[in-house]
């Protein structure tokens, strides 16, 4: 999945404790995109950023914050983690269509 | 909220076997995706299609874009080992966002 970077790729947080989930992609996508996903649910959309400045939610941004900080940059922040918010976590990127990252395995205790 | 219905769930399948899986949605998409997941791996995408009736194929795998625009199946033919992975198909709303409304999956196992 060359050009889209999560870091970290796997974190263990306890419940209440913040987290900053970080992805870049160096394809100079326009459009960026924060994905949960979980055992027989698919991939839902948790925020996207259409452009560098905007953010909008998705289907399940409950719990989540978001920055667009750049073109390259866009973050996925816990400010107080739950148990629910377990899950593989990706980031993808595109004009079209739309290219992953690698993942990031949370789990919150 | 909104989902594709995709079937099969799963898939046991013996190597050499043709495979067969389709997704559908109330509503009307204008791109259909295909991708491929590998474990600890992201989505890799395997066929786009664009447009109403559209169909393609890359390598053994052929899909196609249903004429409703409400569905879309994916075909493996002669399936090997590697073909192992859980299949995605992902509809595209329209506008400016690129926005994808992902199915639920399909695991595939193929035993040689």
């Known amino acids: 999945n060359a050009g889209v970077t999560q870091t970290p790729k796997f974190q263990v947080l306890k419940t209440g404790q913040s987290m900053t989930l970080q992805c870049a992609q160096d394809m100079n996508h326009n459009s960026m995109y924060w994905y949960r996903q979980d055992p027989g649910m698919g991939l839902r959309l948790i925020y996207y950023s259409a452009s560098e400045g905007t953010t909008d939610k998705g289907e399940v941004p409950n719990g989540y914050n978001v920055s667009r900080l750049n073109k390259r940059e866009f973050s996925l922040r816990l400010e107080s983690a739950a148990p629910s918010q377990t899950s593989v976590y990706f980031c993808a990127s595109n004009d079209q269509p739309q290219h992953f990252g690698d993942g990031t395995r949370l789990s919150i205790l | 909220g909104q989902q594709l219905n995709q079937s099969p769930q799963s898939m046991f399948i013996q190597e050499g076997e043709d495979v067969s899986m389709n997704c559908t949605s109330s509503s009307i998409f204008n791109t259909w995706l295909w991708y491929k997941q590998d474990p600890g791996e992201g989505p890799v995408l395997l066929i786009a299609l664009y447009k109403a009736g559209e169909l393609t194929s890359n390598g053994r795998l052929t899909a196609q874009f249903g004429i409703t625009r409400k569905d879309s199946f994916l075909n493996i033919s002669a399936s090997i080992p590697s073909d192992v992975g859980i299949y995605f198909c992902?509809?595209?709303?329209?506008?400016?966002?690129?926005?994808?409304?992902f199915g639920t999956g399909t695991l595939l196992a193929v035993q040689p």
């Open positions: 992902a509809g595209r709303e329209g506008g400016a966002t690129n926005k994808l409304i």
